[in-house]
C-alpha cells in the first residue's frame, strides 16, 4: 500500500473534492488527505485506495465500499453512473420513457436512490421510485408491471455492511447482459463531472405491493396451510413483505427472529448477512427449535435469496443447501406443472441433478452461465430456474430474477403438502437420490484483500491443471473466451474454479456423483468420502 502521496495523487484527490456534489464526502476525503498530506502513511494509503478506481459498471452493477472517492459507493460516483445510464437509453431510442427506482436500507440507500431519480429527471424520463425501502423482488417486477424501460435497485444484496451498490435492470425486466455493461461503462467515462451532472425533483411514487403480493398468492399451491414457520430477514428489508405474502397466501403460523426482523444498516448479529456464511442462521434455527417449527426460511438483506431450515433426523435444525433446495423445489414444480414444453435452468456451477429430474419428466433442461441475468435468458417456456447460491426463481412469469418472498411462500406450500402426508423434505431427498444417485455438493471460497490474487491463481492453474482429484483422473476444459472459468472433470466427479462476480472470493465449486446400489446411507458415506478427498486437494490447489 502506498505510504507517501505524490503530487499527482494529490491533485487528483483535490479534483474529486472540488467536483463532488456532496459536502459529507467532500469533508470526508478532505480530512482523509489532509492527515495524508501531514504524513500519516495509514491515510495516505487510504487516499491511494479511494482514488484507485472508479468502479467498474459490470453486468452486476456498482458494488463497492460506501466511502468518498471514485473507488467507492457516493452520491457523486452514482450521480456520474445515472448520467451514462441515462446517455444509454437514450442512444438506444428509449429516451423520456419510464425508469423504475428503488432501494434498500444500506448505508447511503436514500441518498443514492435520490440522486439517480433526480439525475433521470433532468434528462426528461418518466421516473417512479418505491415510497420505502423494499426488497429487489419488487423492483424486478415493477419493470415489467410498469411497462418501464429500466429499473435501478440501489443495493448491496448480502455484502458486508460497509458496502452498497447499484443493480440495472433492462425492459425485460432482466439484469443486464453484454455489451450493455461495457457500452454503459463507455457512457459514464464521458459523463461530465458529478457537479455537473443536471439534476431535478419531481418523480412520482409508486408502490407495486399490492398487485406483487396478488400475483405471489395466485402461484399454483396445494390447498394444505397448516404448517409452522420461523423466519429471519438478516437485518434487511425482507420481513413485512415476506409475512404479508404468507399471509395473503394463507399461512399464519408464522415467527420471525426478533432481533433480525428490522432493517438495520450495521447488520449488529450477523458478521456477513450471508444466510450461506458460518453463524448467519443460529438465531433462526435456534427460534425454529424453540417454537417446534415445520419449516425455516432465512432471506438474505435484499431478499431476493431464499435459503431453507429443516429438522434433521437426529432432531437437530441444519439449513439445507443451495442445491438441495433448488432440486427441492424443481421436482416438485416439474411433477405438477401444467406447461405443454416445461424448461427449468440452473447454471454451471450447480448440482447437475436438475438435469436428471427434467429427463425423468420429459422436461427441458439448460445449463447456463453463473448468474441471473443468463437463467432468465436460458429459453421459452422457463417454469423454473435456480442458482446454488441460494437463488430461486418460481415465478419467472412476472419477476425475470430471483426472488426469495416468491420462493419462500412456493416452499411453505410443498412443506405443508408433505406434512399432510407425513413426510417432509428429507424424505423427498432420499427418493430422488435414491432414483438418481447420491449428488453432493460443495463450496472451497478463498477471500482475498488483493483482486491480482485471483488472477495469477486462475493463470497458474491453466498452466498446469491438476491431472486427478481425491484419486479420480481428471481433465480440464477453459471456457475462456466467454468466462473465466475452468471445469475438471472426472467419474462421478466435476468441479467449477471462477472468480465471483460480487465478492472479493475466487471460488471452486464441488460435485460427486455415487449411485445407490442396495443401501441410501453407504452411498452417501461413499459420496461423501469422496468430496473430502476432492475438497482436500482443491484446498490445497487454492492456497
Known sequence: MQNTITPELRDAAHRWIAEDPDPSTREELRQVLDRALAGDATAAGEVADRMAG???FGTAGLRGPVRAGPNGMNVAVVTRTTAGVAQWLTEKGLAGGVV???????????????????????AGFAVKTMPLPLPTPLLAYSVKHYDAIAGIQITASHNPPADNGYKLYDSTGGQIVPPSDGEIEHAIRAAPAAVDVPR??????????????????????????????????LHGVGAATLEAALTQAGFTDVHFVAEQSRPDADFPTVSFPNPEEPGATDLLLALASEVD????????????????????????????????????????????????????????????LLGELAKAEGARYAETLTGFKWLVRAGEGLIFAYEEALGLCVNPGFVRDKDGIAASVFAAGFAAALKAAG???LDVLDDIATRHGVHLTDQVSLRVTDLAVRGRLMAGLRAEPPVTLG?????????????????????????????????????????????????????????SARLSAVRADISTLLS
Not at 298 to 303: E, F, G, S, V
Not at 475 to 489: C, I, N, S
Request: net charge negative; with cysteine.
Open 54 to 56: 472508479p468502479l467498474e
Open 100 to 122: 423504475v427506482v428503488g432501494r434498500d436500507a444500506r448505508h447511503g440507500s436514500e441518498a443514492f436512490a435520490q440522486a439517480a431519480t433526480e439525475v433521470l429527471t433532468a
Open 423 to 425: 413426510r417432509g423434505p
Open 471 to 527: 484419486g479420480t483422473p481428471v481433465t480440464q476444459e477453459d471456457l475462456l473466451p466467454d468466462a473465466d472459468v475452468l471445469r475438471l472433470r472426472g467419474d462421478g466427479l466435476r468441479v467449477v474454479i471462477r472468480p465471483s462476480g460480487t465478492e472479493p472470493k475466487l471460488k471452486a465449486y464441488l460435485q460427486v456423483v455415487t449411485p445407490v446400489i442396495g443401501d441410501l446411507a453407504v452411498a452417501r458415506e461413499t459420496a
Open 293 to 352: 417449527a415445520d419449516l425455516a426460511v432465512a432471506l438474505d438483506p435484499d431478499a431476493d435469496r431464499c435459503a431453507l431450515g429443516v429438522r434433521g433426523r437426529d432432531g437437530e435444525w441444519r439449513m439445507l443447501r443451495g442445491d438441495e433446495t433448488g432440486v427441492l423445489l424443481g421436482s416438485h414444480l416439474l411433477s405438477t406443472t401444467d406447461s405443454p414444453d416445461p424448461l427449468v435452468a440452473t447454471t454451471i456451477v450447480s448440482s447437475s
Open 200 to 233: 431535478a425533483p419531481g418523480v412520482e411514487v409508486v408502490d407495486p405491493r399490492a398487485a406483487y403480493l396478488a400475483d405471489v398468492a395466485n402461484l399454483p399451491q396445494s390447498p394444505e396451510r397448516e404448517l409452522r414457520i420461523a423466519a429471519t430477514a
